[in-house]
């Protein structure tokens, strides 16, 4: 790639203070988002208690981010954040109760889900290794975007009953919550373009904070607010690590997400490397930054967090500050593991009401959608093709059809197929076995940065 003019590629050369506000900078693209993962999955769980704590996040997004820094030879400028394509399994699993499932607790719920990220990350590892040996190109011929596409709008439109849900306990609040976000996002200006979810939510939280002052109330009588936790919690503390559990179950529910996360991993780095204008996909290769994120990704599993991976946000952070070096994106890694250590912060997070996290989401959940349906129309899947048509078609109806899942028993052991496990099976298997298979990854390098699903700047 073509070197670009008037980049800073040494932040060094900036002094010390310079850098240190530019790590920050970086924290706060990541923050909005990465938060608000541990947010949605705890209204999933349903409890008012912090299952998949604030705190734990935090902590995983920086260690993770470190981590892959490690791995890809302290090359690629990429943070690592909390991954919405998890969402849907969290809300699966949350939901299951049968079986072993039904006198479950929600922190043993959750802890299974754990052990599910976890195979998810090695499932990174397998991937990167069969890159290594074979090339990406004829892996990536197996996933086109005929079928991680579909699969990604699967992934929204699950969730799509959540949103509703949570914005309906007040919809006053959840819309201001939408209408910032959208402002920001299409007309804001620059940082304020790049951290839009992050506004949605303080100016929300701010206007719901005035109605509790002014002593409104929700539609059905309950408080706007609750600040209980956050007296009580302390400014220093351990966050509340725990170990993942292994059920078969749950390892089949998150497992095969990892499709739809290791290529939005795929998008990411091609958008980084436009970005920047170096091609990571070639140095240090993709490969091994493939097993960073799978490595971050099963180290949060193992400490109760979630899966992690790259952020386009703080991409759109690179190309706004024209600050390309990764000691930047280290320093804001630093960050957010010592912001992991303040309890007090995580409970003021842990108060937001349910109508804001209903706001974001409307938005957030239709864009993981429409991201699915953009990586289509970038990729120019040809739809005149009956082989396309059948493919994303029997894709859409699994993923949305089967709401209860495939439930069958081998031996004693109760095994469920979700949705999305029968919808990515189904498709990357009519791809194999179709004629006609005309992908090729790299003809089109718009389409290839297109998979990641975050909500960053639009261009």
């Known amino acids: 790639m073509n070197e670009k003019k008037d980049v800073i590629r040494d932040a060094r050369a900036l002094g010390t203070p ?22 949605l999955v705890n209204g999933y ?9 604030v705190q734990v996040t935090l902590v995983c997004a920086g260690l993770g981010t470190l981590l892959f820094h490690v791995c890809s030879k302290f090359k ?32 043993d719920k959750l802890a299974c889900a754990c052990g599910g990220i976890f195979v998810a990350g090695i499932l990174y590892l397998v991937l990167a290794l069969i890159i290594k040996l074979v090339g990406v190109k004829k892996v990536m011929r197996f996933l086109p975007p005929v079928v991680t596409g579909p699969i990604i709008i699967c992934i929204g439109l699950g969730l799509a009953p959540s949103a509703v849900s949570n914005a309906s306990t007040n919809w006053l609040i959840a819309f201001v919550a939408l209408a910032v976000i959208i402002v ?5 200006k620059g940082m304020f373009k ?19 002052l002014c002593g409104f109330t929700n539609p059905d009588g309950s408080a706007i607010l609750n600040f209980a936790g956050i007296a009580s919690a302390s400014w220093v503390g351990l966050p509340p690590f725990q170990l993942p559990k292994f059920n078969l179950t749950a390892i089949l529910v998150m497992a095969p997400i990892a499709i739809a996360s290791m290529m939005e991993h795929v998008g990411d780095m091609s958008a980084i490397s436009a970005t920047v204008g170096e091609n990571f996909i070639e140095d240090p290769g993709l490969h091994r930054t493939l097993i960073g994120d799978g490595i971050a990704t099963s180290l949060s599993a193992l400490i109760g967090g979630p899966a992690n991976t790259t952020y386009g946000e703080n991409t759109g952070v690179l190309e706004l500050s024209r600050v390309h070096d990764p000691r930047v994106i280290r320093l804001a890694a630093c960050y957010a593991i010592v912001l992991g250590f303040i309890p007090k912060v995580s409970e003021i997070i842990g108060s937001m ?12 959940y239709g864009m993981i959608s429409a991201i699915g349906v953009r990586n289509i129309v970038e990729n120019h899947v040809d739809f005149t093709k009956s082989r396309n048509l059948i493919i994303a078609a029997v894709i859409l109806v699994c993923g949305l059809g089967f709401s209860n899942g495939l439930t069958f028993t081998i031996g004693e052991t109760s095994i469920t197929l979700t949705a999305l496990a029968i919808a990515a099976l189904a498709g990357i298997i009519l791809n194999a076995i179709l004629p006609g298979n005309d992908y090729n990854f790299g003809d089109r390098p718009e389409g290839d940065a297109s998979r990641g699903v975050y909500l960053g700047p639009t261009k």
């Open 18 to 39: 310079k850098m240190l506000i530019l790590g920050l900078q970086h924290m706060f693209a990541m923050f909005g988002a990465t938060i608000l993962v541990p947010i």
């Open 45 to 53: 769980f349903g409890t008012g208690e912090q299952v998949l704590s």
């Open 76 to 107: 690629v400028p990429a943070f690592l954040g909390s991954s919405f394509a998890f969402l849907g399994g969290f809300s699966t699993i949350a939901s299951l109760d049968k079986g072993e499932f039904a006198t479950m607790s929600e922190a």
């Open 184 to 188: 920001f996002n299409i007309w804001g």
């Open 194 to 212: 790049i951290i839009p979810i992050l506004l949605g939510v303080v100016i929300s939280y701010a206007f719901a904070l005035v109605l509790h």
């Open 353 to 364: 009401p349910a109508s804001i996290i209903g706001g974001v989401s409307f938005i957030l």
